[in-house]
């Protein structure tokens, strides 16, 4: 196939139409065509010719040149593409490095082979530009609703024509009883946007909570005015749900106004959802209010929660246990994920269990330890003693408020104690020694004799080792694994050694050895408070 005259202004044309059908700009389809035919030409003038085509955007007339580039006389390397600065002496009067020299050279018949490789380069710069203007006009819409046409299902995967490109809504993002067949209309959430070289760029959801957040927003005016807040929420796609809002204006009711009048606003939501059912749930800033309104419908006897190991403990009458457990464990889980604490749900019986145990093992330890008869132990816990050292060092005041004591009881209460903590730290430092702990790790300052009987036992014998650990191999904390909270248990964790605590330990080990300089840390310190002080101006203001 010649580029004749005949069938010049057909490359214009035919740029158009591909152009205008793939909506892309006809110049990209130029250029995918220039680089086509220099690619045949290449084949039939040799792979080492440079050479380069250009066409006419006002005549379709294609020209091919042959490019030489004058190089230095060390660097030449290829004839055809290359020149000596005296070799361009024939075609230039003062030739430098780096200049080209252009000559025109006829056109090439393409063959069946040469038209089939133009025809795929063509193809290839039309996809990828096609791609690059999808991205373009997709990427700042990640986070938002869009409506699209189903085109056709491959794999479960739902294809999704939305307008200006394609959506793919993967089989996981789909709500579990939904089926769709061409040309069914679908309402989605652009989960994410991404530059991928081939496959899908715009990836689309159905479960993804924000997409319920969105459809509230546009079913509820407040939402979308800034007047409500979503601050939560939680899915069992399909199944169930839980949204917390809160109302900045006094006068507006968070709840009622999702629910709209007789309950319009959250019906239309249910509708889009396939009949999901949402509980709509006020937010409050106080975590152990807003639980017990996101464990609604079930009512709440107490709340007790622990905010270093971010675990809450709920207790419920015993008829409520099921409601607050909900379906398969439904009404607690969706809990959880709306508060973001792991929700340990108790009877009250089994919480009046658990405190006769707790009650029952602290008594007996004053017993044994302190030589007390059983109601004289009893007298210690009811007053709030949980341990010998509460006991052995706490002002002797304290103790004199308990009937029965006077002060010569107190000092032989305190005396007791501290004889037997002291003989606990005597064996302690005994056995931590025959385990072969090293002096320097026992005259470390903030280390009971029982802390470094635990180091000891798990091979931490000298300060080095001990300069070597994470602040959390001490103190214990909670890793995120496939979105389940573990506990990871601290070798000081017993003795109630905080992260920060473990932190400032093992920093001063390190001073102490000379691997950190305390100027550095009094820098650290320094921009850490201010930075701290930046962040409450921000929050004042």
Known sequence: MAITSANQLELLQTAEAVAREKMIDPDLVVQAMEESLARAAKSRYGSDMDIRVAIDRRTGRATFTRVRTVVADDELENHHAQL?????????????????IRDEVPAVDMGRIDAQSAKQVILQKVREAERDRQYEDFKDRAGTIINGVVKREEYGNVIVDIGRGEGILRRNEKIGRESYRPNDRI??????????????????SRTAPDF????????????????????????????????????????????????????????????ELQGEKIDIIPWNEDQATFLVNALQPAEVSKVV??????KIEVVVPDEQLSLAIGRR?????????????????????EESQRR??????????????????????????????????????????????????????????????RDYLEEQNRKALEHARELGVEDSLVDFEGLTPQMIEALAEDGIKTLEDFATCADWELAGGWTTVNGERVKDEGLLEKFDVSLEEA???????????????????????SEADEADADTDEEAGA
């Open 212 to 271: 319920m957040a969105e459809l509230f927003k546009m079913e509820v005016p407040e939402i979308y005015d800034g007047i409500i807040e979503i601050k939560a929420v939680a899915r069992d796609p399909g199944s169930r749900a839980k949204i917390a809002v809160i109302s900045y204006d006094n006068s507006i009711d968070p709840v009622g106004a999702c629910v709209g009048m007789r309950g319009s606003r959250v019906q239309a939501v249910v509708n």
């Open 329 to 349: 464990g439904q009404n607690v889980r969706l809990a959880s994920q709306l508060t973001g604490l792991d929700i340990d749900i108790l009877t009250e019986a």
């Open 503 to 525: 932190q400032a330990l093992v920093m001063s080990a390190r001073v102490l050895l000379g691997w950190v300089d305390p100027a550095d840390l009094e820098v650290e310190e």
């Open 305 to 310: 929660i622990d905010e270093e190991a971010g």
């Open 84 to 100: 000596t600065v005296a070799q361009a002496r024939q075609y230039m009067a003062e030739p430098q490095i780096g200049d080209e």
């Open 356 to 417: 006769q145990a707790e009650f029952e093992e602290r008594t007996r330890l004053f017993m044994d330890t302190l030589d007390l008869d059983e109601f004289f132990a009893q007298l210690l816990v009811s007053e709030g003693f949980t341990n010998l050292e509460e006991v052995a060092y706490v002002d002797a005041d304290e103790l004199l408020v308990i009937d029965g004591v006077d002060e010569g009881t107190a000092s032989e209460l305190q005396a007791r104690a």
């Open 187 to 204: 309402r989605c959430f652009i989960k994410d946007v991404r530059r991928e070289t081939r496959g899908p760029q715009v990836f689309l």
